[in-house]
C-alpha cells in the first residue's frame, strides 16, 4: 500500500499526534488531548476539522461510543513512509543483545532462538526468527563415524560454518575400512556442491563407484535414501519467543483474541509462510491488510533478513498494528546485524 503525497503539511502533523497517541495509549485520541500535548500551533476546533478530513480520506476512524480518532492501516502506512523519526537502539537494549546473542558459543539454531527471546522482550511484541533454507549451501567435507552394529553417523560440514548430524541405518556390522572407503568416496564426489545438487544428482555422482561387498551394500544406502539424507530442513524452521508479551497487550484482551493468538503461534506452517519471502528482502515492514493471509489483518510484521555466504534467514517481531514503529524497526534492524556478524 503507498502512501499518498496529497496530505499537507498540517494534515500530516496532526496525523503525526493521533498515531503517536493511539500508540502510546490504546486509547481514541480527541483534539483537545491532541491540542494541548503536541501544541501544534492550532486550536482543538481546527485540529477536529483537520480529524474530519483525515477520517473521510480513510486514514482515522472512530467508534460511535466515542469522539476520539483511531489510524487505519493506512494511517501507519503513512506514518512509517513519511512521518516516523527511526530512533536506534538505546545503549542498554545494545548491551542486552549483545550480552544475550554473543555470550556463548552456539549453534545457529540456538543463537536465532535467543534473538527471539530477547527481542520480544525489549519490544514487548511476539519475536521471531527463521532459519536458513540450507538446499543452496555448499557441502565442504563428510564424515561418517560407526556409533553401533546397525548405525553410522553422517557428519555433513557445509561451507558458512554449519554442521548437520544424521543417522543411517546399515544392515548388520560394518568393517571399518569399508566405512573409510564410503567417506573418501563421498567426499571426492561430493564435496564442493550444494546440498540440492547433490540430492537431486547423487545416483549418477555414485553408480559408477567400483566398490563391491560391504561399500557396495552402503552405496546403494546411500543412493536410495539421499532423499531423506540430503533434505536438511531446519527442525523448528520458525522460532519464536514467548506470546505472553503480547497477551499483556490491550488488544488481546477478550479470551476470542487470545486464542487466536495462541492458535497462530502454534501453527509454525503459517508463520513460515508468512516469513519465507522476506529472506533477502532487508527491512520489511506489512500492517495489517497489507499482509496476504487475511489471519495477519490485524497484526504488523516487522523483519529484517540476515545473510552470510549461502545462508539466508529472517528475525523479526509480530504485534498488533498499534506498535511503536520508531523504536521496533532500529531494535529489528541491529539484531539482523548481530547475527550477521556471528556467521563470521
Do not use: C
Request: aromatic residues 4%; negative net charge; hydrophobic residues 40%.
Amino acid at each position: 500500500m503507498s502512501s499518498s503525497p496529497e496530505l499537507t503539511e498540517r494534515q500530516l502533523r496532526v496525523l503525526d499526534a493521533v498515531v503517536q497517541s493511539y500508540i502510546e495509549t490504546a486509547e481514541p485520541a480527541g483534539s483537545q488531548m491532541v491540542a494541548r500535548r503536541f501544541g501544534l500551533g492550532v486550536s482543538p476546533a481546527t485540529i477536529r476539522g483537520i480529524m474530519s478530513e483525515l477520517e473521510e480520506m480513510g486514514y482515522l476512524f472512530h467508534r460511535h461510543t466515542s469522539s476520539g480518532r483511531i489510524p487505519t492501516d493506512r494511517a501507519y502506512r503513512t506514518y512509517v513512509d513519511r512521518v516516523m523519526h527511526r530512533s536506534a537502539p538505546s545503549t542498554r537494549e545494545q548491551l542486552a543483545l549483545r550480552t544475550e546473542l554473543q555470550g556463548r558459543a552456539s549453534a545457529l539454531e540456538e543463537i536465532l532462538r535467543r534473538a527471539a527471546q530477547v527481542l520480544g522482550v525489549l519490544t514487548q511484541e511476539l519475536g521471531v526468527a527463521v532459519a536458513p533454507v540450507l538446499d543452496s549451501v555448499v557441502l565442504e567435507r563428510v564424515e561418517l563415524v560407526r556409533v553401533s552394529a546397525e548405525r553410522l553417523l553422517l557428519v555433513l560440514n557445509l561451507r558458512s560454518g554449519v554442521v548437520r548430524t544424521i543417522f543411517v541405518r546399515v544392515p548388520g556390522q560394518m568393517a571399518p575400512e569399508s566405512v573409510s572407503q564410503m567417506t573418501q568416496l563421498l567426499n571426492e564426489r561430493l564435496a564442493g556442491h550444494t546440498l540440492h545438487e547433490i540430492r537431486t544428482t547423487l545416483g549418477d555422482r555414485l553408480r559408477d563407484a567400483h566398490t563391491a561387498g560391504e561399500g557396495r551394500e552402503l552405496l546403494d544406502i546411500f543412493i536410495a535414501e539421499s532423499e531423506e539424507i540430503f533434505t536438511l530442513a531446519d527442525p523448528s524452521g520458525v522460532m519464536l519467543g514467548s506470546a505472553q508479551m503480547l497477551a499483556e497487550q490491550p488488544e488481546f484482551a477478550s479470551n476470542a483474541r487470545m486464542r487466536e493468538l495462541l492458535e497462530l503461534t502454534e501453527r509454525r506452517d503459517l508463520l513460515r509462510e508468512a516469513l519465507q519471502a522476506r529472506r533477502g528482502a532487508g527491512l520489511s515492514i506489512t500492517i495489517g491488510g497489507e499482509n496476504d493471509d487475511a489471519r495477519f489483518s490485524d497484526l504488523t510484521l516487522v523483519t529484517s533478513s540476515y545473510s552470510k555466504g549461502d545462508l539466508r534467514g529472517v528475525i523479526g517481531v509480530i504485534g498488533p498494528t498499534r506498535m511503536p514503529y520508531d523504536k521496533i524497526i532500529g531494535l529489528v534492524e541491529h539484531t539482523s546485524r548481530l547475527v550477521e556478524g556471528l556467521l563470521e
